[in-house]
């Protein structure tokens, strides 16, 4: 049985992370080996574990982001990463004092890498406080948290941005501009499939007040988000059926496995699986008139691989979180949007497809979008 | 735009068809080298189209089947036959005349290669005649037509066979071995996707009369008998969700695209694609606990390609309708059943499935069986 970071990490080279940008404009810019004099998103990062700790080994070779304070409810953990990261005492707050954050001229934006469940909350509280909130996916449990989110950053006139790595990834950002560019010809379906055997049955990911789902919210929704990004259309429709097979590790709550189909106004159509119930499936195919797209890992933390009818996809493997925490600071200071959007209203449109699809596997029935 | 021949024709390699059956009990033996001394089958085939064609082809290399024997509408095809073939006049028959076959000591077998809205008279009436049958899948246009066909059989005490070519494909059978054998452990997902775009809109196939049916009587139905034999179970319940996006090419009564699922017993599901839009889709996967099989291209009349968790699939390939045609004989004459059924019963099975689907789009419910 696998878990959870042994799945995404599976596939994972240790490659050199290049201090490389990839965002449609700076890309050159970011290759012309000058030391970069812009300036640097400070972050803290709420939330220690194994996520957040991905996300900081990937700062390292930010340019134009910096961890420079911690978040956490386990002060031993904090000790480590003020050594680890040199971070200053006056830059960690616990889940009680956070909201002073405010205080604090040093810190630009919130990283929250903390449970599903308590995403809402903390980041309206990041916004109080007047910071950017950086939020990791699913941005909450529900579209009515989600909205509530991205009201409260209107409101406090902060970025709220999501954390959609792949959005920042060469190979799948080639396959989006290829499929702008007209490459596909019209697009016609999307595939994806995303599942692991999740492990331990302590998690969080399988306590449905934090999660607020099972494999949907945790894996589901890169098939979901790929869909969109990959067809470039929003759904219309959608249909879902689940499947359990062992109720006592998937309680009422916690989904183990979902099939689902999503209708765009194209007529074009996606059908995705979302599994905690078996293994390694990580794959996207998109067909068009004129061509195809097959990645195979399609989202992992790994070297993405891929192909269309043009051949192999090329493009060098970067790690993700570099490549998102450069690009979010580049979005924040210039505007630069990424191929595909990252913020909260994206983060939006997900959550109420999940919603839909909740409905429709309760339901049995066809939901509107 | 390629037309359906085009399609299943583009991987075929004009390999020599060596005569070598493939069927559990018989590989070795059929390699000996010895000269075959049995009994051989002795085949009519009703209607001369390009899959006729194609059958009689595969045939020539056949040691335990013969074409000898013809019925059509057209003279003209009869006397290019009779002249290819070298088949006496005393074996040729019309539409309005087969039934005198049952007077032909020369012929044991008929092969029903007509319009899918033929086949269940057809088949009856061969039936009637004692002959044999052998009937292009889908073998009717529903369940109700497959029904009689199954009962007509019995009751004439002949043999009811479905061209279910794939049960004797190498590496179809070796994937369905290691199946059987355990080697994926629990299945637990298949996956279909069965498309081309149709070419000539004047074509049986988009007349819903002679086709009952668009693309998934067409090919849709690999999808289907695919997730049977390739999962080991039989589908309980289909959900189905249908979208046309060019009402003119495809009439009422002929199915453009369909997603469709199934939940079998033991919680594995399907999710496949059936569709007449779509360019080159034709890809299996099989997900178990303890491995996968990928086959692409899964169904067409070329090499079959695909891998498991063990490596490259490397049986050789064997012009299926040879393969087919061999192995229906040694069924016939020896009981010697292949690795999946090729029975009626079987062929009714995937009727049912079909009107679930049809059911399931239009209601837009789940449809128990």
Redesign the interface.
Known sequence: MSSRREFLEKLTVSAVSLPILYSPASVLAACDGQPYKGPVLRVAIMGLGSYGNRVARGMESCKRAKLVGVISGTPSKVIDWRKKYDIPEKNCYNYKNFDQVKNNPDIDAVYVITPNGLHCEQAIRVAKAGKHVICEKPMAINAEEGERMVKACKAAGVKLLVGYRMHFEPKTVEVIRMRKAGEFGKT??F?G?SGFVIGDPTQWRLNPKLSGGGAMMDIGVYSINGSRYMLGEEPIWV?A?E???DSVKFKEGIDE?I?F?M?FP??A?A?C?S?Y???N?DRFFL?G?KG?AEMQPSTGYGPIEGRTHKGKLTQPHITHQTLQMDGMAQLIFEGVQPIAPVDGEEGLKDLKIIDAIFLAAKT???VEL
Chains 1, 2 share one sequence.
């Open positions: 016609k379906f595939q499939q249909t059926q499947v359990k097979t496995t099939t189909q209708g194209s007529g159509i059908s699986l599994t119930a078996m293994n499936l067909n008139e195809f049995g029935k066809k």
